[in-house]
């Protein structure tokens, strides 16, 4: 177990590509942490600067108290699942846990003790004679988790290990990899594109975009009070309404959201802060262009013709709403949901009347 | 897999013709040439022949010459197929973690394969000659007189030399392919796993390296045995005298210097045989215990 302090590192590659800019994070003992952005934001190679499979430019990445720049990846402690596996296809499922205890020199007995625990946790029993080849996706997972959990490292690092799996199978590993977390009380960090897995895995989420971060905090964080226009886009779905106040919406939208902070250019307004209204009533006259019918809720796409050039908005309503396609309705919005941004895309900082739910479990002190 | 089906049943073997044509013209006419020859005993001068069974087949066998030259064959082509293979590895090791101007490198180790046979061995000739031959020279510098086509341990180092720098190129390619089709995260995996990068080599790279591998073997194999007659060819200049030679060397000698045909088609119907069983051996045998994913 360890925290990995991360200062100001950079990557930059031989043909004058800067991966990764000045990125600075402290991952706290026992976090689990999630690093999203698109793809080409850099979070792979950041974790690969933590594994050690890339060279890191400048700056220092520590794990507990060692500074590991200089220092082989399989002596850093720590633990890597790949995208694809990885699995060494002409091992077994016993050997392909065992080659980095044996390799660390560990006694037979001990080895033969981890594998049999690990594989009782990830019901691995019936297999470690078997090939890789012979397993499914799901089952190869679980050996490269095996793989790094037998070595009892004190970071475990994942490069979007559900990316290859079928929806359902990686609804499935999301909790079990949570599950996992909570047993082994392990540093975690994670590498995805994905921001439902960020939101729903993570402690706390870094969220980078072109090689910077943009944000670091739990999710509900980035969800209430995103820093940029950027994370207010990229996290939520759907998506957060943003809308220049150029715009006509945008001047209307405001009207309604009550005080506007002074450098505000762009009104940013999360679905459920968006109020459906029966037509007729007071707010902004608009119709449901499509409704999107996910069962326990569904997503209106508000048309508003007077909107000027920006006219679309999404709201969710209850799954049991009267709206269908094609309805007038009028909206307002939840002046206590409202975010502003400001002409860099940075949002403004407002008294915060979202006040994020307060977490049941206090973070693991530093 | 999805089979093409053709309107009338005759037309996919009129496209095999030209093919097939080829293989029967080129070999199975000649092979049975050899077979129905191996058993007659030829006129050298072309009076006719005479049915002997199977005596060329027991003269070849039991002559003490061919013996010889069966088990020199033998400690040929096990160099030529070790050495050709573990240094075109070593290449094609290095070859692969080198990032920048590695075209230019790979490229420069291919080049070798463009050169045939014959000339390899003149160059091969230019190398261990008398009096202007760097190999010569160097030998000479350690006290030693190098002296081929003269010395039959000399001669015989010669060749194993040029038939190894010959084949390298290809097994440097073919090696090459392999490494980079092995995946970059299961290489990576290793390195988390394993810091001795030479060790990683054998538990790892080498494993799966071995359907190449196991395919470079029977190429070099046959190789040394039938394709480095060029070489062998040019460096004696035609005159083996009392050097070592291989059996397909044997073969033409006995045949077209000896005059002996039958004895010749006897040995090289050996030969084939020998190749049949290394492809069966290929087939059957080895490629069951080679990973392949």
């Known amino acids: 177990m360890a925290q990995v302090n991360i200062q100001s590192v950079n990557k930059v590659y031989a043909n004058g590509f800067a991966a990764v800019k000045d990125v600075e994070v402290q991952i706290r003992d026992g976090e689990f942490v999630v690093l999203v952005g698109p793809s080409g934001c850099g979070k792979s190679t950041l974790l690969r600067m933590i594994a050690g499979l890339e060279d890191i430019s400048s700056g220092e990445v520590a794990i507990g108290d060692r500074v590991v720049n200089d220092i082989d990846p399989a002596k850093r402690d720590i633990a890597m699942v790949f995208q694809n596996y990885a699995l060494y296809p002409h091992m077994t499922v016993f050997d392909n846990m065992a080659y980095g205890l044996k390799n660390k020199g560990m006694k037979k007995g001990e080895i033969h003790t981890r594998i049999t625990e690990a594989a009782r946790m990830l019901q691995l029993d019936d297999h470690l004679t078997r090939k890789p080849r012979q397993l499914s996706g799901g089952q190869r997972q679980r050996v490269a988790m095996g793989r790094a959990i037998v070595r009892e490292p004190k970071v475990f690092l994942f490069d979007e290990p559900l990316s290859n799996l079928d929806a359902k199978l990686r609804a499935h590993m999301r909790s079990e990899l949570k599950e996992l977390h909570r047993r082994l009380n392990a540093t975690f960090v994670f590498v995805t594109h994905d921001q439902v897995e960020a939101m729903s895995l993570a402690d706390r989420i870094v969220i980078l975009n072109a090689g910077r971060i943009e944000q670091v905090g739990t999710p509900m964080e980035l969800y209430h009070q995103p820093a940029s226009l950027f994370v207010a886009e990229f996290i939520g779905s759907p998506a957060m309404n943003t809308v220049p106040l150029g715009t006509r919406l945008g001047g209307m939208l405001a009207n309604t959201a009550g005080t506007l902070p002074a450098p505000a250019m762009t009104i940013g307004l999360r679905p459920e802060a968006i109020l459906a209204g029966p037509a007729g009533g007071p707010g902004i006259k608009g119709h449901v262009a499509m409704a999107e019918a996910l069962g326990a809720e569904t997503v209106l796409h508000i048309e508003v013709p007077q909107g000027g050039t920006d006219t679309r908005l999404t709201t969710r309503v209850s799954g049991e709403t009267r709206f269908t396609e094609g309805d007038e309705l009028a909206i307002t919005v939840d002046p206590s949901r409202v975010c502003w941004f400001d002409h860099e895309g940075r949002r403004i900082a407002t008294e915060p009347a979202t006040q994020p739910a307060p977490r049941k479990e206090p973070l693991p002190a530093e | ?293």
């Open chain 2, 1 to 293: 897999m999805k089979r093409a089906q053709f309107s009338r049943p005759l037309f996919p073997y009129l496209l095999l013709v030209p093919q097939l044509s080829i293989i029967a013209v080129f070999f199975y006419w000649p092979a049975a040439e050899a077979i129905r020859g191996s058993f007659f005993l030829e006129d050298p001068f072309g009076f006719g022949s005479t049915f002997v069974g199977f005596d060329n087949y027991y003269d070849a066998v039991t002559g003490s010459e061919y013996l010889n030259t069966a088990r020199f064959t033998l400690v040929f082509t096990a160099l030529v197929a070790f050495f050709s293979l573990a240094l075109a590895l070593l290449l094609a090791v290095k070859a692969d973690i080198v990032l920048r101007g590695a075209k230019t490198y790979r490229t420069l180790l291919m080049w070798v394969y463009a050169i045939a046979p014959p000339v390899a061995g003149l160059i091969g000739i230019l190398l261990f000659d008398q009096s202007i031959g760097p190999i010569t020279d160097l030998a000479g510098l350690f006290g030693y007189e190098l002296k081929l086509g003269v010395n039959y341990w000399d001669t015989a180092f010669a060749m194993v030399l040029v038939s190894v720098w010959k084949q390298i190129p290809i097994n440097f390619i073919f090696f090459l392919a392999g490494l980079q089709s092995i995946p970059r995260p299961v290489r990576e995996a290793a390195m988390i796993d394993n810091p001795s990068g030479l060790s990683r080599f054998f538990t790892i790279t080498f494993p799966l390296l071995a359907p190449t591998g196991f395919f470079l073997l029977i190429i070099n194999i046959t190789y040394a045995l039938f394709d480095t007659f060029g070489i062998l060819d040019i460096l004696f200049k035609g005159e083996p005298a009392n050097n070592p030679i291989t059996l397909v060397y044997k073969v033409f000698l006995d045949g077209f210097r000896g005059n002996d045909l039958g004895g010749s088609s006897a040995q090289s119907v050996i030969l084939m045989v020998l190749v049949l069983v290394l492809t069966v051996f290929q087939f059957r045998f080895m490629e069951r215990r080679v990973h392949y994913n």
